[in-house]
Nanobody, 127 residues
């Protein structure tokens, strides 16, 4: 069982930056690939970024590539999402998720591959 708690959301202007954090409980954090998803009002949840168990590989949605960076610190049981050059379409609730039973470098991109989810943190990008 893994519990995930996101933080770092808030209101930011277009072009600004935010760093989201997701703290995980438990002592087996490195057993999980981690991902970030987001859900905008009236839209389906969408994949944002994923990172493999030890951080060796990452993958991004085209919409955020070059602007967002996912990273993790297994010693702190935390995954981060650094968001730069934010756009109004970045307004959404951002969720972190953990995928277990995956190989070292695997990067899950589908929500159904993730077993545990946080409660989400709101990011609002104002113009």
């Amino acid at each position: 069982q893994v519990q995930l708690v996101e933080s770092g959301g808030g209101l930011v202007q277009v072009g600004g930056s935010l760093v989201l954090s997701c703290a995980a409980s438990g002592r087996t954090f490195s057993s999980y690939a981690m991902g970030w998803f987001r859900q905008a009002p009236g839209k389906e949840r969408e994949f944002v970024a994923a990172i493999s168990r030890y951080g060796g590989t990452t993958y991004y949605a085209d919409s955020v590539k070059g602007r967002f960076t996912i990273s993790r610190d297994n010693a702190k049981n935390t995954v981060y999402l650094h968001m730069n050059s934010l756009k109004p379409e970045g307004t959404a609730v951002y969720y972190c998720a953990a995928a277990g039973a995956v190989s070292t470098y695997y990067l899950p991109t589908e929500s159904r591959e993730y077993h545990y989810w946080g409660q989400g943190t709101q990011v609002t990008v104002s113009s």
